[in-house]
């Protein structure tokens, strides 16, 4: 007769049924609750295993994924992609893989995933966020780039500023000198002073876009700041195609720079235009929107209130790749001639100079929609956007000194302060200037001069010139941006005033006089 193994005896075998359940239990609260995504599916594709993790992270209960016959399809909508992913599960090597992740909400995730095969022969993954990490990695390479952009940009504003200075001068010289019934030459010089004064703009946006210059916020009412830029845009797009403006009720007020919010609307105007060369429809839409932590990180933002302007067109849209890159400083798919790759990388520039930020979200043949967020002023309190005319201000008979190396703003200087009553001695540098001092420092007011100068720049000269002539003020000018000064081997004395380049004959007198006031 066989022998029979004696059984357990019931208490030893209570103990251990006892300890089995313990472990299971254990093992399942730390699945639960552990701080990855775990998830398992068995060979028919049954969800067995969702931990909280996951439904934190992407939205989906386990209830919901044990519902849908193929629970992927909710996480990658797109075939190829889902078909890829696939193949990669059955792999089970346990290496971990970036994936994008589709939410519940429709937000886009990072994620990195490895899988694993149990003995059982089911399948378990693991799982974790890494979306802002990497919001964090590309605002950081978005940062280098835009310090090499900066750095460009800088020098590009001295001499471009020096060219306006010159145009707005000259044209504000010319009209002032037009006969009464020369309204169609007045009308054309306007033109050109209103050119030039949105190239004035275009170049501080740029610095500000590179951190090369601060923006200047108000509080503004942006329904009127983007109605204004609105009546621009159905001027300057062809009248194929149709714009349109829909705004809330009730908007709050936006701490923005109002040359800069045209800029971006500018900018995406012109992008739409060349999106639908054939015409269509642009919409515009101001609304007032709040986010939450989830809804931002899944766009890439910051949670709170702001109010948001969305440009949408109907044009050709972008592929995934040329979504990716949009955003990079000097790419363009268009043709050289059409595009510097500066529109898209200003806005972004501009919007983080906003304490806001931009989305984009474009599919081939569907059209683009460009999307800034502006943070929510806390006040509520009326705006006036329209800049400020600089009032005529009175003459005088004073001696001004000007220094300046470039010879065509020299005489545009000359000019206009001698068509004031001044008297005008000028200097090509700065060491002219300090002889010029020395020999007339009695009969000197007032010394206007560039601090970045050949031979002595403006600073220094003014340091000089206190033990010359104590007396003699001075008004600092530049084209540089503010940041890139001390590096040109100058510098901005708090104390001392300064009128940044381009400057209008009015702005200039106008400095003048109140330079010399006191």
């Known amino acids: ?38 998830d398992s599916f068995d060979e028919h594709g049954r969800c067995v295993l969702w931990n909280r993790e996951c439904e934190k992270t992407l939205g989906w209960s386990q209830q919901e994924i044990a519902d849908c016959a193929d629970p992927l399809s909710l996480f990658y909508p797109d075939e190829t992609t889902r078909n890829r992913v696939l193949q990669t599960i059955g792999q089970a090597d346990g290496r971990f893989r970036e994936y994008r992740v589709q939410a519940k909400d429709g937000s886009s995730r990072v994620q990195m995933w490895a899988d694993f095969a149990l003995p059982t022969g089911e399948l378990i993954s693991v799982g974790h966020d890494i979306t802002e990490q990497r919001v964090l990695e590309e605002r950081l390479r978005q940062s280098h780039k835009l310090e090499a952009v900066g750095r460009l940009s800088g020098g590009m504003a001295h001499d471009f500023n020096n060219l306006l200075t010159v145009v707005l001068g000259n044209m504000e010289l010319i009209v002032a000198g037009l006969p009464a019934d020369a309204a169609r030459l007045r009308e054309l010089a306007g033109e050109v002073q209103g050119a030039a004064r949105r190239g004035a703009r275009l170049i501080r946006n740029l610095l500000t876009f590179s951190r090369r ?44 720079d109002a040359d800069a919010m045209e800029q971006i609307l500018i900018n995406l105007g012109t992008n739409a235009r060349d999106a639908m060369p054939e015409g269509g429809s642009l919409r515009i839409e101001l609304r007032s929107v709040e986010l939450d932590d989830r809804q931002a990180v ?25 979504r990716e890159m949009a955003f990079e400083p000097f790419f363009t798919t268009k043709a050289p001639e059409h595009g510097s790759g500066l529109g898209l990388a200003i806005v972004h520039g501009l919007m983080e100079q906003h304490c806001g930020f931009a989305t984009l979200e474009s599919q081939p043949g569907a059209g683009t929609t460009v999307t800034a967020y502006f943070p929510k002023h806390g006040v509520s309190v009326p705006a006036t956007e329209s800049v400020p005319q600089v009032a005529e201000p009175r003459g005088g008979t004073e001696t001004i000194l000007v220094a300046e190396d470039e010879a065509s703003i020299r005489e545009v200087a000359r000019a206009a302060l001698e068509g004031h009553g001044y008297t005008v001695m000028l200097a090509a540098d700065g060491e002219e200037a300090l002889a010029l001092l020395r020999d007339h420092g009695s009969e000197i007011d007032l010394v206007v001069t560039v601090m970045v100068m050949p031979k002595l720049g403006g600073s220094e000269l003014r340091r000089e010139a206190s033990r010359l002539a ?39 007198r106008a400095r003048v006089r109140e330079a010399l006031d006191g």
């Not at 084209?479 to 209008?504: C, F, I, N, Q």
Request: no cysteine; glycine share 8%.
């Open 298 to 322: 899944g766009i890439g933002g910051r949670s709170g209130e702001f109010v948001s302007l969305a440009v949408r067109d109907g044009g050709v849209g972008m592929s995934i790749e040329t």
């Open 213 to 256: 210059s601060p923006l200047r916020p108000r509080s503004v009412e942006p329904a009127r700041v983007v109605g204004d830029v609105v009546g621009t845009l159905r001027r300057l797009l062809p009248e194929s195609i149709e714009v349109q403006l829909l705004v809330d009720d009730d908007l709050p007020t936006i701490d923005a």
């Open 470 to 508: 104590p007396e003699v003020r001075f008004l600092l000018t530049t084209g540089y941006a503010a940041r890139d000064v001390p590096a040109m081997g100058s510098e901005h004395p708090p104390e001392a005033p300064l009128l940044e380049k381009p400057w209008t004959v009015q702005e200039l």
């Open 1 to 38: 007769m066989g022998s029979e193994e004696p059984g357990l005896p019931p208490s030893e075998l209570q103990a251990r049924v006892e300890e089995l359940v313990r472990n299971a239990d254990r093992l399942r609260t730390i699945l639960e609750h552990a701080p990855v995504m775990i």
